[in-house]
């Protein structure tokens, strides 16, 4: 069956749009990337550029091509995120206004500093420390291995969660540079709270799933690529082959851009149900009656 992706959302500024949302996640992302075909195609046009040129100046590519295909996909990947939290139904329309898309990605690069920061202070592998190194698994373990390495699972897995809480209590401040609205952190951490199992429910609907194919996939392409270096190749076989390689991690920036950008709806709604919640006062707990029924 075809999805409408004819009648946007359309919300007068300042104001919250009912929660009865139209689709799931899965189908209101395919509309939004229908809707943003032009824009998002100029995107990934200029990523795939710039990846060629892996392929046409292989020795030019770590002194200034990686960097720059760095910068151009985690700007990629804030654009994705900001056009998902403005379709998600937060804003009148995705404005490409360079003052606002400026001011969330600002927020946005402090929301992942902050991740950064916390989860490495949580639990750092190079060092087998948590907590910023006042626990030691490999003291802990007292030289287990078969035990250290089940600690250091366990402390990946409660990193995860431990980012995952401040996903959900801080994320929704973004579609709320849609709105210009200064709130508070107070006000964000009740909204967050409020929504917090239809945000995290919703993330591993969509979100988490198309990043865990991204990262599959990357290892593969990087296997591929290792492999090929320890074939008995000349220099330039081995460099084309690694040039290939880049172009297939195209793949996978694409699937990260479209996760940013469903989960970039996800935070949006959630955005909408936490205010909806808080001018009720109603509780977290309970059936969201609200959100969709469908995936």
Not at 190 to 216: D, E, M, Q, T, W
Not at 250 to 270: D, E, H
Request: net charge positive.
């Amino acid at each position: 069956m075809a999805i409408d992706c004819s009648e946007k959302m359309v919300i007068p500024d300042g104001e919250i749009a009912s929660v009865g949302f139209r689709h799931g996640i899965w189908k209101e992302t395919f509309c939004a990337v229908f809707f943003y075909r032009k824009r998002l195609g100029v995107l990934f046009l200029a990523l795939a550029t710039l990846k060629l040129q892996v392929v046409l100046f292989p020795f030019f590519f770590m002194a200034v091509l990686a960097p720059v295909s760095g910068l151009v996909v985690t700007a990629g990947t804030v654009l994705a995120l900001y056009t998902g939290c403005a379709w998600g139904g937060v804003g009148a329309k995705v404005s490409w206004s360079w003052k606002k898309i400026l001011e969330f990605m600002f927020k946005a690069l402090l929301l992942f500093l902050l991740l950064e920061v916390s989860g490495s202070w949580y639990f750092s592998p190079a060092n087998s420390t948590m907590f910023g190194g006042e626990l030691r698994l490999t003291e802990l373990s007292q030289d287990n291995n078969s035990y250290e390495l089940l600690l250091v699972l366990v402390a990946f897995l409660t990193k995860w969660l431990w980012e995952l809480i401040i996903i959900v209590l801080l994320a929704t401040g973004l579609p709320a540079v849609l709105l210009a609205r200064r709130q508070g952190f107070k006000r964000t951490f009740k909204r967050g709270y409020a929504a917090a199992l239809y945000i995290v429910s919703r993330l591993f609907i969509g979100p988490i799933p198309a990043l865990i194919v991204a990262l599959i996939w990357s290892v593969i392409v990087t296997g591929v690529g290792a492999g090929m270096v320890r074939l008995n190749f000349d220099l330039s076989q081995k460099i084309e082959f690694l040039s290939y390689a880049v172009m297939l991690s195209l793949v996978s920036n694409t699937i990260v851009f479209l996760a940013y950008l469903m989960a970039g709806i996800v935070l949006s709604r959630g955005y909408q149900l936490g205010e909806a919640r808080l001018a009720k006062g109603n509780k977290p707990e309970g059936e969201l009656k609200e959100a969709e029924a469908g995936v």
